[in-house]
Structure formats: C-alpha cells, structure tokens
C-alpha cells in the first residue's frame, strides 16, 4: 500500500501542450510538498501545502499552478510546456510543517513523475 | 552561492573502506539537519538526522559543527548495498514553516 503514490510515471509531450501530475498520500500528514530533480540531479522545492493552504513558492513560472483540494491531494498543472520542463517531479509529505525540531525533518517522497518536453 | 553545497564525486571505494563526506550550507539560522539517500532512478529517502551533538546510526555516523556551517557523514566498513548519491538537506524554514533544501549529492560507488 503505497503511502505517497504519483500518476502518472512518466509523461512524453510537446512544447506548448498542458499536463498534469496527481499525488495522493494516505499517512495522514498535514503538509504536502512539490520538488523537481533535473539533468543535473539538483532537487529544488517548488511548493508547499500545509493543510490545503499555499506556504511555499519558490519563484516558479505561473504556468505552474498546484491545487490541494484536501490535506491527501496535491496536484500540479503545468501550462504551455517548455523544454527546460523536461525533469523528474517528485511529490512529497510530512508529518507537519509547524515546527523546526528533527523529527518533523522527514519527507516521504513519491517514486516521482518523469517528464519530457520534445 | 548555493544554499547546500556538496562534493558530487563521484567516490569509488573498495568495501570495507571508510569514507567520509562533507556539506557547508549558507544560511546560520538553519535549525535542523539531516542526510538522505537516494538510489538510481528512485525517489530520496531519510538516511539520518544530524543532532548538534553528533550522532551514530550502526555504520553511519554524522557530525554538525554549526560554527563553520558544516556536516559530515562519515560510513565505516561499507558494504555494495552503500552505493547511492548521498544528500545533504537543511531546513531553512522560518514562521513555523519547514523548508528542506537539498544539496547537489555525493555519489559512492562501493565495489568488491
């Protein structure tokens, strides 16, 4: 029973199209996380949501626009694909976004979305 | 300069060896520190957290000298399963919010 589960896997299109990434956790946590890992492996917060409510954003393009419709859910659409899209987006959750101390440091991942932008 | 830095390596040691990797990060309010692990196309996963103290997890141990904005992680008797890309992650968070950033990574390669 997957506990950060992302859909889809992979996604091929062309430049200019919209897609969408779903994510769904089932460990009830109350904060949900976007991150992109590109060529070069460098992995970069995007988003956050505590609660349904934005927290972080990172200076991404407004063609990037997550939706939380529930504490469990958080999507990402991307509008008028570029090439520099191209990357592996990984969903993540934590026990609470309140609070520095190290138990509430780990962020459980999905398995991430491969995109590629032709 | 980036918030995390880490040498990516990558580093190639024999099993058995110990090995030792480094971070410095940017930002002196960082509360709290941790190292992951993230094998070949999969997703990262929490290795340890770093204590101000230090701390030891069986193979693995990991120091924090916040004077010098610095971690280390350091793997004694490694083993083939060791093989992964090592990430340095602080959490530069403020007004009660986690932000975790990540560093780059540092590749080991262990072989027989």
């Known amino acids: 029973d997957t506990a950060v589960s992302q859909t889809p896997k992979y996604l091929v299109t062309q430049m200019g199209n919209d897609k969408s990434i779903k994510c769904e956790q089932n460990?009830?946590?109350?904060?949900m996380y976007w991150y992109k890992q590109d060529s070069k492996k460098f992995l970069k917060i995007m988003f956050s949501?505590?609660?349904?409510?934005?927290?972080i954003n990172e200076t991404v393009p407004n063609r990037f626009s997550p939706k939380s419709p529930d504490k469990a859910h958080l999507n990402l659409h991307i509008n008028s694909l570029e090439l520099g899209d191209s990357a592996v987006y990984f969903c993540a959750s934590s026990l609470s976004s309140l609070g520095l101390a190290e138990t509430t440091g780990e962020l459980f991942f999905g398995e991430g979305s491969r995109l590629t932008v032709l | 300069r980036k918030e995390v830095e880490q040498d990516p390596g990558p580093f190639n040691v024999p099993e058995g060896a110990t090995v030792a990797f480094n971070c410095t990060y940017s930002n002196s309010a960082s509360q709290s520190f941790f190292w992951y692990r993230q094998d070949c196309r999969k997703e990262p996963k929490l290795l340890m957290s770093v204590y101000s103290s230090g701390n030891e997890d069986g193979r693995f141990t990991a120091q924090l000298n916040r004077a010098s904005q610095y971690i280390s992680l350091l793997i004694r008797d490694s083993k083939l399963s060791d093989s992964a890309t090592y990430l340095c992650v602080v959490n530069t968070g403020s007004g009660g919010y986690n932000k975790l950033i990540f560093g780059a990574g540092t590749r080991l390669a262990v072989h027989p």
């Open positions: 460990l009830g946590h109350d904060t």
């Open positions: 949501y505590n609660n349904k409510e934005l927290i």
